[in-house]
């Protein structure tokens, strides 16, 4: 497992927002720079990290990286739930926030070269599997099978429409995307993301599985992937606990005899059922 990296900024430093893209229904993509020359070029990522993000006078919360650690703008990927991500809502190009991190362990891509990979995701589950996907499509050679199966709800609640569009013109990689129900104009598959990996022909031997999305998807996928034969061990998502201080003092994200803001986000199925967490 990755061990985590020193944060490039352990207190906060100021970032304008250059660019905000509606995603979905409630969430948007926020892009940035770091005001400061040097830390923007210093603030250097692996996929799988997460940010503190702060909105000036509402508070800070914990917030996935979904760019590529090489060639791609810094943005979030935000759903309005409370009250700062609505206050961040509200916020336009030019206006200011605060950003920490990047913090956790990441994905293990040293240990899992050459091997097949699939990700699964379910709804805004892609936000954190995004930089991934691209980080691995750019070292495509270093890969066997790179496959895709992504579900939401309706055609309208699938993440990152622009790069599904470049994922689907993208040779060696295998996309599949399905939606709960059927709708006009719709020619994709129809059905949960489950069905629609329990119907694929997946690779099963020196494969990983990267697995995130709403429990009730996850762990309908995971049981599907396990029955495939594919190894707890080698089944990795990403945790999201309510944190505080993302440096491992506060103890508010503690699972188990770990903390998902140094020990995480990113655990394999074997250790999360081996800490008693439910998801
Ligand atoms: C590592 C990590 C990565 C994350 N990545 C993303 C991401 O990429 N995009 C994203 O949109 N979110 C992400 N999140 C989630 C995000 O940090 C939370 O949604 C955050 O709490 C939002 O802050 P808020 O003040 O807007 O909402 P909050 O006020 O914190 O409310 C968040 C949710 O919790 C509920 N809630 C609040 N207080 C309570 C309570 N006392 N009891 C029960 N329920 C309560 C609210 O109703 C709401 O549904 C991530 C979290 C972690 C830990």
């Known amino acids: 497992m990755v061990k985590n990296l020193v944060p490039i900024v352990s207190i906060p430093e100021v970032a304008t927002i250059v660019d905000i893209r509606d995603e979905i229904e409630e969430v948007k993509s926020f892009y940035f720079t770091l005001d400061r020359p040097e830390i923007e070029e210093a603030f250097k990522i692996r996929s799988g990290q997460f940010i503190m993000c702060t909105v000036f006078r509402a508070g800070e919360f914990a917030v996935s990286l979904p760019f590529s650690p090489e060639n791609d703008r810094k943005h979030i990927s935000v759903r309005k739930v409370g009250k700062v991500t609505a206050a961040l809502h509200q916020l336009e190009p030019g206006d200011k926030i605060g950003v920490r991190g990047p913090f956790g362990n990441g994905f293990p891509f040293e240990e899992i070269k050459g091997s097949n990979i699939i990700y699964v995701a379910g ?5 954190p599997l995004r930089s991934s996907i691209v980080h691995v499509l750019q070292h495509r050679q270093d890969f066997g099978r790179v496959i895709l199966v ?3 709800k ?8 622009e790069s599904i569009r470049e994922w689907q013109a993208t040779e060696n990689f295998e996309t599949h995307f399905t939606i709960d129900r059927p709708e006009p104009g719709w020619s994709g598959e129809v059905g949960f993301v489950n069905h629609l ?3 694929l022909d997946l690779p099963v031997s020196n494969t990983v599985a990267f697995v995130c999305g709403p429990p009730v998807m996850f762990n309908a996928v995971i049981k599907e992937l396990k029955l495939k034969g594919i190894k707890e ?3 990795y998502s990403t945790l ?8 491992g003092k506060c103890q508010h994200c503690a699972i ?11 655990y394999t199925y074997k250790q999360i059922r081996t800490l008693g967490e439910q998801i």
């Open 123 to 127: 709804g805004i589950g892609l936000i």
């Open 150 to 152: 992504y579900g939401a």
């Open 154 to 161: 309706s055609s309208k609640e699938l993440m990152y429409k």
């Open 197 to 199: 990996t329990a119907k």
């Open 233 to 235: 061990q080698n089944i």
């Open 240 to 247: 999201e606990r309510h944190m505080k201080c993302g440096i």
């Open 256 to 266: 188990g005899r770990t903390l998902v803001c140094v020990d995480g986000p990113v």
